[in-house]
């Protein structure tokens, strides 16, 4: 590859993927001075799901992308995590260090398309140029820059092109046709929205033989269930069978928040089912000028409330790398990158599928209690 394209700054960068990853990169990119881009295939750039859990650590990515105040006055910020039996026997309190900020909480939760919502927003607001409707159709590169043809006929030319279009992606396709596709890990999740009783002012879980259970506040007057089962093989749940099926669920626990949930389920009640699916896509992870973040290469199932922390910081570190590389070249600034998020991600991936297999399993609750206290240790510290 010869010397000056690599050297060449990035000045015009493509965004494949308007989820959060994506969106948090074109914020940042575009603090830089960089021409961004972004890509998003719905039309209608909607997010699908309930609640979404979220660690110190994802808010201290809020705060650095300049989005902490709209999650705060839109979701849910609060301290700790209680950990009781089936039958409400309190086990354990989950530390949750306020590592944003004294100021901000350890933790929090948020309607999944309110905080997809408030990332657009910051989006458009950053001059990032959004076409809906539209993704890549294909790409060439050479030393100097990646050409790309649109779905909708247009074209362009960028300095560095970023695949972030989810577990799904036909980015990663595309880059790496043998990469390994999605794995089904014997566990779905149950989701549910209902209304925020005042005693549920925190997140809490109960531990079941087989079964978890967990609620937590996403706004001042709403809240979501998340329940977690065992299921050998993946399949289609007819959504007429949610409200029975989540009802017998909650059935063993003796617990009157959940007995209170589970009388309140109902026809208008927002119920999701999702089989849980994991992907680590061993690096490289960029080829040439073209680099894949979140979800895309580094899928995790929910139990550490941290899938979406990783994918937001892969844009920040990304764009961190952009500009500290900007004198040495964009191949540079993507080894120092996969650098500083491998291990991380790696990390959060592989503690989160541990803990589904020890769940499975009906395996030791001393090694699952410490697996999640090690992996929030670790989110702590530094990106």
Same mark, same amino acid.
């Given at each position: 590859?010869?010397?000056?394209?690599?050297? &060449?700054?990035?000045?015009?960068?493509?965004?494949?993927?308007?989820?959060?990853?994506?969106?948090?990169?074109?914020?940042? $990119?575009?603090?830089?001075?960089?021409?961004?881009?972004?890509?998003?295939?719905?039309?209608?750039?909607?997010?699908?799901?309930?609640?979404?859990?979220?660690?110190?650590?994802?808010?201290?990515? +809020?705060?650095?992308?300049?989005?902490?105040?709209?999650?705060?006055?839109?979701?849910?910020?609060?301290?700790?995590?209680?950990?009781?039996?089936?039958?409400?026997?309190?086990?354990?309190?989950?530390?949750?260090?306020?590592?944003?900020?004294?100021?901000?909480?350890?933790?929090?939760?948020?309607?999944?398309?309110?905080?997809?919502?408030?990332?657009?927003?910051?989006?458009?607001?950053?001059?990032?140029?959004?076409?809906?409707?539209?993704?890549?159709?294909?790409? =060439?590169?050479?030393?100097?820059?990646?050409?790309? =043809?649109?779905?909708?006929?247009?074209?362009?030319?960028?300095?560095?092109?970023?695949?972030?279009?989810?577990?799904?992606?036909?980015?990663?396709?595309?880059? +790496?046709?043998?990469?390994?596709?999605?794995?089904?890990?014997?566990?779905?999740?149950?989701?549910?929205? $209902?209304?925020?009783?005042?005693?549920?002012?925190?997140?809490?879980?109960?531990?079941?033989?087989?079964?978890?259970?967990?609620?937590?506040?996403?706004?001042? =007057?709403?809240?979501?269930?998340?329940?977690?089962?065992?299921?050998?093989?993946?399949?289609?749940?007819?959504?007429?069978?949610?409200?029975?099926?989540?009802?017998?669920? $909650?059935?063993?626990?003796?617990?009157?928040?959940?007995?209170?949930?589970?009388?309140?389920?109902?026809?208008?009640?927002?119920?999701?089912?999702?089989?849980?699916?994991?992907?680590?896509?061993?690096?490289?992870?960029?080829?040439?000028?073209?680099?894949?973040?979140?979800?895309?290469?580094?899928?995790?199932?929910?139990?550490?409330?941290?899938?979406?922390?990783?994918?937001?910081?892969?844009?920040?570190?990304?764009?961190?790398?952009?500009?500290?590389?900007?004198?040495?070249?964009?191949?540079?600034?993507?080894?120092?990158?996969?650098?500083?998020?491998?291990?991380?991600?790696?990390?959060?991936?592989?503690?989160?599928?541990?803990?589904?297999?020890?769940?499975?399993?009906?395996?030791?609750? &001393?090694?699952?209690?410490?697996?999640?206290?090690?992996?929030?240790?670790?989110?702590?510290?530094?990106?």
């Amino acid at each position: 590859m010869s010397n000056s394209g690599n050297r &060449a700054a990035v000045r015009r960068a493509l965004i494949v993927g308007g989820g959060f990853s994506g969106m948090a990169a074109a914020i940042e $990119l575009k603090k830089r001075g960089i021409d961004v881009d972004l890509v998003e295939i719905d039309a209608g750039w909607r997010s699908y799901g309930a609640g979404i859990s979220l660690g110190g650590a994802t808010l201290r990515a +809020f705060r650095t992308l300049g989005v902490l105040d709209e999650f705060v006055r839109r979701g849910s910020a609060h301290d700790d995590v209680d950990l009781h039996t089936s039958g409400g026997h309190h086990l354990a309190t989950l530390p949750t260090p306020r590592i944003a900020g004294p100021d901000v909480p350890g933790g929090g939760a948020i309607m999944r398309p309110v905080l997809a919502a408030i990332l657009a927003e910051a989006t458009r607001a950053s001059g990032t140029n959004v076409r809906l409707g539209c993704t890549f159709a294909s790409f =060439t590169q050479d030393d100097g820059g990646v050409d790309v =043809t649109f779905t909708d006929g247009g074209t362009g030319r960028y300095d560095l092109v970023i695949g972030a279009d989810g577990l799904y992606s036909t980015m990663r396709t595309a880059l +790496f046709p043998d990469a390994p596709a999605p794995r089904y890990t014997g566990q779905g999740v149950w989701r549910a929205v $209902l209304p925020r009783p005042a005693g549920i002012d925190h997140a809490m879980m109960w531990l079941g033989p087989k079964i978890k259970a967990g609620v937590a506040p996403v706004s001042d =007057t709403e809240m979501y269930l998340y329940v977690t089962e065992d299921r050998a093989e993946r399949v289609h749940v007819d959504p007429a069978r949610f409200v029975p099926m989540l009802r017998e669920l $909650l059935a063993p626990f003796n617990v009157p928040a959940l007995q209170d949930i589970r009388a309140g389920l109902g026809a208008d009640s927002q119920i999701i089912y999702r089989p849980l699916e994991g992907l680590l896509l061993p690096r490289p992870w960029h080829r040439g000028r073209i680099v894949l973040i979140g979800d895309t290469v580094h899928a995790t199932t929910p139990h550490m409330a941290s899938g979406a922390c990783i994918g937001i910081e892969d844009a920040i570190v990304l764009a961190e790398e952009v500009e500290r590389h900007a004198g040495t070249g964009v191949m540079a600034a993507l080894d120092a990158f996969e650098e500083r998020r491998w291990e991380r991600c790696r990390m959060v991936v592989e503690n989160s599928g541990r803990l589904g297999e020890i769940e499975i399993a009906g395996g030791d609750k &001393a090694e699952h209690g410490r697996i999640m206290r090690d992996t929030l240790v670790a989110l702590s510290g530094e990106i």
